[in-house]
């Protein structure tokens, strides 16, 4: 039915006026943008990986026992979920004894109607945040990393729990932490640098005294009669290092001497003054610059959505001169990937555009092929909303996968009406019959790389949630552009054609005639019966 309507000039093409189709295309196009903040971002797609990474860390200075019983406390916690296979547990990580992780292997996708492992990871924050003294990170890399650089680490402390307080009311944030949230107690020696360079006594000098004895020195090594090589450590008993004020009995040597010619010991109390105060356990430097960072992941909204929304309030947030922003993580990452998408787009476009301009020999007939374009992005942006799936890298490499597809239905039309024109037909019959002879392979191709795709779309078995924007965004690309090319682009081909032929009357006939060209027709051999282009 569509190739005799086609064929007798009943399809849309021909309904009024061919100005109203490309303001309809136009319009559909710009509608389909107003989709993208409803489709949402992100850098890779959420997969079932049936693999969840727990970190828990209780306070500063908690014994390695301690740990160990809240690490307990977790894991009776998580055997209430009848998805969680097998636990993995390691309490003092690296990072210290206040630290453990938990690796959780879950059953397998659509056994016994399991949950998704987002829902899974929802639940098991929920039931985890009645345990007292805990703090909770999921996974590896952060959704979000922003950090604060600046010269004075208590300004930066200031200004990092400031932001810290606005994130945590973004929504979809989730394990919000910050790196100077854990601080260790310490004990700050505050030199009296006049006196103490009376006595003899330089910072350096002070310093070299008093590391031995409080956090001790390696000065030797002992060959015990077991066998086995020990380290000989310097420092001072348990006992006398547990009380601040009995560091200041300490004594060190000064530089002078006394009456008897031996150096003046000077108690450490007399030229300082011993301050409990809590110190960062790492000093953390970007670009020679203080750092403190804010780190967080996405729950309930997409990834980039988030990252956005932290990026508007980092904007609106004035920091005092000489502090700046960094962000990092996957908001980083992303920014960069979509920036060289775009890019490889572009070039995409262009080098398409050069192969059709050779091929064709033309500099106007590309343009006419190249509408369908974004008309295919209209249908991938409809297709990621419908699935509930996020613009992704994946679906963007669709996207770029999409281009080469979907000029194709567009190159049969157009070789196929030049085909006609250079057999002596008018346009309009030119146009008519291409559309009537190329329907049927412009459909049997669109629809072998519809059904292709479907599998990969539908993205079942282990890793199909990754592939599979990769495929949603090609089938309802091709889906669109296959309708909307066969309407389209005749459309632009006539006007095309019709302005070439006037543009070359006007070059071989002198510019003054151009005012006089009849506008009806085009020539006599090419005329068009049909509704003139406005």
Known sequence: MLAWALRDGRTFLFLGNRGIVLWGAAGVFAGSLLLLPMIGTEFIPKTDESFISLRINVPVGSSLEYTDAKTRQVEQALREFPEIAAVDTQVGTYEGKNYARLNLRLTDPGVSARRSQQEIEGAIRERLASIAAIDLQMGFQDSVFVSILGPDPLRLKELSDELMAKMAEIPGIADLVSSEADANPTVAVRIKRELASDLG????????????????????????PD???????V???QSAREVVDDLGDLYLTSTRLDADGLPLLVPLRQVAELEQTMGPLQIKRLNLQRRVSLQARAQGRASGDVGSDVQKLMADTKLPPGYRFDIGGQQEMMTQTFSAVAAAMGLAVIFIYFILASQFASFLQP??????????FVGAFIALL??????SMFSMVGMILLMGLVTKNAILLVDFANQGLREGKPLREAVLDAGQVRLRPILMTSLAMIFGMLPMAIGAGSGGDLNAPMARAVIGGVITSTL???VVVPVIYTYLHVFGLRAKRWFDAGAPSVGSAPVGSASAEHSWSG???E
């Open 201 to 224: 006594l330089t910072t350096e000098r002070i310093g070299r005294a008093l590391r031995p004895l409080v956090a001790g020195d390696e000065v030797s090594h002992w060959l015990a």
């Open 227 to 233: 066998g086995q090589d020990y380290d000989v450590i």
């Open 235 to 237: 420092q001072l008993p």
């Open 367 to 376: 343009v006419a092929i190249m509408a369908s374009l974004p008309l295919s």
């Open 386 to 391: 419908v699935t509930g799936t996020t613009l």
């Open 484 to 486: 909307l090319t066969l």
């Open 531 to 533: 509704p003139q282009p």
